[in-house]
C-alpha cells in the first residue's frame, strides 16, 4: 500500500455501545488495541494502528460532556450518542488529510455539504506513560441524504503520536485497513457523493459493485446479491430493518494470513471462508461489522 494520500482512508470508525466486549472481541481476533483514549465531547476511543491507516473504536463514556467543541450546535459526541441510540458498527469512514482548513474549502466549493469544522486537543499517553496532547482538525461532510454513508476529513496535527511504531505490532499481522464495504440496493445513487471527494475516473461501476479508490484503500458499495458473492453466507450486521445504505465491512489485510486459522481456533473465534478465499467474521464478534482478512 501507498503512503496516505488526501481523502485516502483514514479510518473507519465502529461506534458501539458496550466498549469493554468489543474491545475484548477485537484483541481475540489478534488485534493489539491502543491505550484508551477520551474525547473531550465525551466519548472514549481505542485505535488499532497499521502503517498508513487504523480503525477506531468509540463509545459514549460521559454524556453530560455533550456539547463541548460543537460547531452551529452539532456536537460529535451527541452524534455518536444519537447513533448508538439506533444501531451499532461502521457509522463513520474518516478521510485523510495534511490541510483540514484547504481541504475542507476545496470539498464545499464541489457542492459537498458540510457541518463545519472542529479543532480539539485530546489528552493522551505515549507507549512509555508520558502524558502528551494530540491535537486533530476534522472537516465534517455527514451525509444529509443517506445518513450512514457519512465522512469527515481528519488532519492529525502531531502524526507521531498517532503513528506509533509500538501500536502497529498485532499478533494477527495485520498491516492496513484496504477496503470499506456498503450495502446499498442502488449503488449508483451514491457516486456522485464520492465523485466530488474523487473525481469520476477513479470509479469503477460497470461490473460487480461500485468500487471507488480512495488512494489507501477501496471503497466499495454492493447490492444484497454482490455482497454474498463478496463474503459468502455471513450474516449480515443487524441495522434494524433500515435498508437505507450503510456500512458493513471492513477488509484488513496481513502478512501472516496462513496463520489466522490456528490463531483464531485457539481464541475461540467463529468464521468462514469467502468464494474469494477471504477469511470472514461475523459482526456478531466485531462490534456489528463484517471484518474481512487478505492476505497481503
Not at 484508551?36 to 480503525?55: A, E, Q
Not at 457523493?193 to 466499495?220: L, M, N
Amino acid at each position: 500500500m501507498m503512503a496516505n494520500v488526501q481523502f485516502g482512508i483514514d479510518h473507519p470508525v465502529v461506534t458501539v455501545r458496550d466498549f469493554d466486549k468489543v474491545r475484548a472481541q477485537f484483541e481475540k481476533l489478534g488485534f493489539a488495541p491502543n491505550p484508551v483514549g477520551y474525547h473531550p465531547w465525551g466519548t472514549k476511543l481505542s485505535l488499532m494502528m497499521f502503517r498508513d491507516n487504523f480503525i477506531e473504536l468509540i463509545a459514549v463514556d460521559d454524556a453530560s460532556k455533550f456539547g463541548t467543541n460543537s460547531v452551529d450546535g452539532f456536537c460529535y459526541g451527541r452524534n455518536v450518542g444519537n447513533f448508538v441510540d439506533r444501531v451499532e458498527g461502521l457509522g463513520l469512514v474518516a478521510l485523510h488529510s495534511k490541510d483540514a482548513v484547504a481541504d475542507h474549502r476545496m470539498l464545499v466549493e464541489r457542492g459537498l455539504p458540510t457541518q463545519g469544522q472542529i479543532d480539539f486537543r485530546r489528552q493522551m499517553k505515549k507507549p512509555d506513560g508520558t502524558p502528551d496532547v494530540a491535537i486533530v482538525s476534522l472537516g465534517l461532510f455527514l451525509n444529509e441524504v443517506h445518513r450512514d454513508v457519512s465522512n469527515f476529513i481528519c488532519h492529525q496535527h502531531r502524526p507521531e503520536l498517532i503513528w506509533v511504531p509500538e501500536w502497529q505490532a498485532h499478533p494477527n499481522g495485520v498491516d492496513a485497513v484496504t477496503a470499506v464495504t456498503y450495502l446499498a440496493t442502488n449503488p449508483l445513487e451514491l457516486v456522485d457523493r464520492y465523485a466530488a471527494f474523487y473525481g469520476a475516473e477513479r470509479i469503477e461501476s460497470s461490473d460487480g459493485p461500485v468500487i471507488v479508490d480512495s488512494g489507501c484503500g477501496a471503497i466499495r458499495i454492493a447490492t444484497p446479491a454482490t455482497v454474498q458473492a463478496l463474503f459468502g453466507p455471513v450474516s449480515l450486521p443487524d441495522w434494524k430493518g433500515d435498508m437505507q445504505p450503510h456500512g458493513i465491512a471492513i477488509t484488513v489485510s496481513t502478512p501472516r494470513f496462513g496463520e489466522l486459522e490456528a490463531l483464531w481456533t485457539a481464541n475461540d473465534v467463529a468464521f468462514t471462508r469467502s468464494p474469494r478465499g477471504t477469511l470472514v467474521v461475523s459482526p456478531e464478534q466485531c462490534g456489528n461489522v463484517i471484518m474481512e482478512f487478505e492476505a497481503s
